[in-house]
């Protein structure tokens, strides 16, 4: 079982749809979660980044972080066709692996005009 | 965000010689760099992690000799694949991250990727 699970889609929504991207995890000594936006061909761009549990919010997207689940999620209102990417959640334990995170497989969204 | 760059975008080469990638952290100081592949639709898969000063840790599977990696300074880390064949053709994406330090622990800033092509 990997220690990071992510629904790879993909997901087709209509442009204006609320989206909910999903992780689960099995390492309960991670305690830094992030959720990148890679375009085709670029490089992974950090979005959100969240410490511990809680609710984060930055326009359009918020991220939710639930350590007694193992669950994280990530929320976009309104979505555009520039959403459109491939959605990779990763996680870190901090403290002597500083720096070094597991990533999810990615989940491809497609937002329809 | 703190910006990361690689050098070069895209590199075609024959089979046998041997390809030099450059990552750059322009804004920050790395204390550690992450070298990732990642083929069509798929995830990152870490290959190194290399901190300025000390040999890279590679991941299990991935050939040190083949993969050679130099973090000279800690804005600067390259990856040379050797003797390249086209199964090492791919997408090659660095990472760079001030640890403990800045505004986000523990993020990684993610360079644009090299795309190397070997005939």
């Known amino acids: 079982q990997k220690e990071v699970e992510q629904d790879p889609g993909p997901l087709s929504v209509p442009e204006g749809a609320i989206v909910s991207l999903n992780c689960t995890y099995s390492n309960s000594a991670f305690q830094y979660f992030m959720w990148y936006r890679q375009y085709s061909r670029k490089g992974p761009e950090l979005l959100m980044y969240?410490?511990?549990?809680g609710n984060k919010e930055d326009g359009r997207f918020t991220a939710q972080v639930d350590k007694s689940s193992k669950y994280i999620s990530l929320f976009i209102r309104d979505s555009q066709p520039s959403d459109s990417a491939t959605y990779l959640c990763?996680?870190?334990?901090?403290?002597?692996?500083?720096?070094?995170?597991?990533f999810g497989d990615g989940t491809t969204l497609t937002v329809k005009p | 965000g703190a910006v990361v760059s690689q050098h070069p975008s895209r590199v075609i080469c024959k089979s046998g010689t041997s390809v030099k990638i450059e990552c750059r952290s322009l804004?920050?100081?790395?204390?550690?760099m992450f070298w990732y592949r990642q083929f069509p639709k798929k995830s990152l898969m870490l290959m190194a992690t290399s901190n300025e000063g000390s040999k890279a840790t590679y991941e299990q599977g991935v050939e040190k000799d083949k993969f050679l990696i130099n973090h000279a300074s800690l804005t600067l880390s390259t990856l040379t694949v050797t003797s390249a064949h086209p199964e090492d053709s791919s997408f090659y994406i660095c990472?760079?991250?001030?640890?403990?330090?800045?505004?986000?622990?523990?993020?990684?800033?993610f360079g644009p990727g090299t795309r190397l092509t070997v005939l």
């Open positions: 990763a996680m870190s334990e901090g403290g002597t692996n500083a720096g070094k995170s597991t």
């Open positions: 804004d920050f100081q790395a204390t550690t």
């Open positions: 969240t410490y511990s549990s």
């Open positions: 990472s760079a991250t001030s640890g403990t330090s800045g505004r986000y622990t523990d993020t990684q800033y």
